[in-house]
């Protein structure tokens, strides 16, 4: 990756940040902080890493996304609306009746989502069927899940994962969003989950642990998993900051799922816009 390349992935993180927060704020309901944490890795994967084509959604080469903690559909839409998929103008319906983007995504309804999601837990299964289908048809598509550091207290995690392994998926990819915080507080506290990485190593994953937040991390960690072809399914554990980018919501769980008030609105536009991430 080039210099320039990281910069422009960085500000496509502002700008999911950005519109994912217009989002949830014009529909008053939605979930910041774990989009903030996830923005990173999703500009990664929709601006450089995933094949996709925006005029054909279903296109059946297409690498495949499974937004495993689909309460953070806000980051996925702002990706889908800057990629083309969505109008923009879709940025002012999140959450209203009959609209494309539902409180959580919805396959039959939004194009470029794969699979419906929210009920936590779910995710993995789904892209280890999608692997699974990918290699027994002889595709060459990529299959990557994003899951949460609490989702992964769910024991279907742990079956999908097993099956991975057992299947040999090496062109599925996964990434956890270790922000330390779930619904009401600490992971630590509610449901200690210990050694992500660990725990993935031993169910058969090639795993690294990396900064979420890190352009050139992410980058290097997913291109450097893309070449080991050796029947290992990957993992890529991502340290991260639930909130990131906006001083009031950065490691405060109550942001988990709220929305800001006209004044808190602007003032993280302002900070958004300020950093580079
Ligand atoms: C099966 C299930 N149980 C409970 C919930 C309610 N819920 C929504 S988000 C959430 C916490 C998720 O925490 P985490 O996976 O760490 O996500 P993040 O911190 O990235 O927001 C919970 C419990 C749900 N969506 N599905
Ligand atoms: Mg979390």
Redesign the pocket.
Known sequence: MTKEQILYLEERAKEIRKTALTMIYQAQSG?P???F??ADVIAALYFHFLKLDPEQPKWEDRDRFVLS????CPALYAALILRGFLPADAVNTLRRQGSLLQG?PDMKRCPGIDIST?????GLSCAVGMAIAGKNDGKNFRTYAL????????GQIWEAAQAANKYQLDRLMVFV????????GS?EEIMPSGDLAAKFRAFGFQTVEIDGHSMKEITGAVSFLQTQENGMPKCVVCR?V?GKGVSFMENVAAW??MAPNEEQYRQAMRELEGGAA
């Open positions: 979930h902080g774990g989009s944490s996830a903690k689909g309460h953070v959580h929210g009920s936590l837990g779910q899951l949460g550091d609490g989702e992964c207290n769910e969003d270790h922000n330390g915080l779930q619904n009401d992971t991260t639930k988990h799922g």
